[in-house]
Structures are given as C-alpha cells and as structure tokens.
C-alpha cells in the first residue's frame, strides 16, 4: 500500500456522461497530481495542486477539472465523456510543491462505453 | 485485467537470468530520473533512482546506468524473478520541479 488511496478502482460510464475520481495523499504530503495513462502511452500529466490551489497544468481538457479540498483530498472530474477519455488516472502525491518523493495511487480505470 | 499498454515493446527472459531495459529521455537539462515498475492493475512503483552527477547507481538486484551524452538510460535486473515480470518505464524530472516525463514502458516477461 502505497499511502495514496484513489476510489473508484473501476468505472463504467456511457457517453457523455460526468464522473467524479478521488484521491487521498499520502499522509503529510500537500501536493496532489493527475495523469493519464492510455493504451500505447506513457503518463501524461494532467493537472497538480497543492496546499488546495492549482499551482500547474498540463494537457488536461477543457471538460476536465479538479480540485483540491481543506482536507488535501482532491476531485477530479470528467465530463461530457467520449470513448477516447478510457483510460487509467493516477493520483500522485508529494510533500512539497516540487516532484521529490513522488507516490503514485493505483489508479482509477475508466470505460467510457 | 491486463493494465496499459498492450502494444508495448517486450523484452522476454528466461528465469535467473540478467535483464536490461532502455530508454531513451528527451531533455539534455533533465538532472534527476527515476525507475518504475507498473504491475497489472497497479500504479507505478519507485525502483531505482539516479541523478545526473552519476553514472550509475545500484541496488537490491538493480543497478541503473546512466549515459548523459547519448541521453540514455538502462535499468539492470540481475537473477530475474517471475515477481519482476511487469511494464517498465523510465520517468525525468528537472530541477526538481513537479513535472516528470514519462516514457511508455517496456513488458517484461520471465520465463519459467
């Protein structure tokens, strides 16, 4: 057990449809960052927050969106789903705002059907 | 269920024998890279990790080689086990900011 919780492992979701991931940091660590990972392809960094602010992003669709909660809990939401968005997300999290002792959860699969 | 990357490039090799995987990163200024193992329906687990004043660094089993002048990067897994059989991939990280690149991995399958 990494320390990094996500829910759910698995979902299905027809299109068009929003769904709400979740991840829960390591304990002590402020830091929260969605990926990515679909077939044939390596992760791809979505969105980071820390401490509850969006402090970086990456090629996260304008139809996905997160957030970062008092309790360092973290969202992220998908909406307006379509096939492509099938994929696995992870949830990593950090103590500080830079990428050292970086810990991944074990993911959240998505089928989009 | 089988994870990601179905189409990944696969190294087979026969139990107790040496593995080595490659790969190629893409930032010359990338100072700091990691190793990690990703079993099916798990996230990403550390390995192995290096920083660039270093060419190589070891550990239980593994012992990766760094080559900054050909931005190349190879993980060594000695007396491979079937517990080893996994996708692996390669991530860099700059000044350690928050952003890693990731590589798409390689399969490794053990053999009996």
């Known amino acids: 057990d990494s320390g990094v919780t996500q829910t759910p492992k698995h979902l299905i979701t027809a299109t068009g449809q929003r769904v709400t991931l979740r991840c829960s940091p390591r304990s002590g660590d402020l830091s929260v960052y969605w990926y990515q990972q679909s077939l044939d392809q390596g992760l791809q960094f979505l969105i980071q927050?820390?401490?509850?602010?969006?402090?970086a992003k990456g090629n996260i669709l304008e139809r996905f969106s997160a957030q970062q909660f008092p309790d360092l809990h973290s969202e992220l939401n998908l909406s307006s789903l379509e096939l492509g968005d099938s994929a696995l997300y992870f949830c990593?999290?950090?103590?500080?705002?830079?990428?050292?002792?970086?810990?991944f959860g074990s993911g959240t699969r998505l089928t989009v059907v | 269920g089988e994870s990601v990357g179905l189409h990944l490039p696969t190294l087979s090799v026969q139990e107790g024998d040496n593995s080595i995987i490659n790969c190629a990163y893409s930032?010359?200024?990338?100072?700091?890279f990691i190793w990690y193992k990703q079993e099916s329906g798990k996230g990403p687990q550390f390995i192995i990790d290096?920083?660039?004043?270093?060419d190589k660094r070891q550990g239980q089993r593994v012992t990766v080689l760094l080559n900054k002048t050909v931005k190349h990067l190879s993980l060594q897994i000695a007396a491979t086990q079937p517990g080893d059989s996994a996708v692996y991939f390669c991530a860099e990280n700059i000044g350690g900011t928050y952003k890693y690149i990731f590589g798409t991995g390689t399969r490794l399958k053990v053999l009996a």
């Open positions: 990593a999290s950090s103590p500080s705002t830079g990428g050292w002792g970086y810990t």
């Open positions: 290096i920083r660039s004043n270093m």
């Open positions: 927050y820390y401490n509850g602010e969006e402090r």
């Open positions: 930032n010359s200024a990338s100072d700091y």
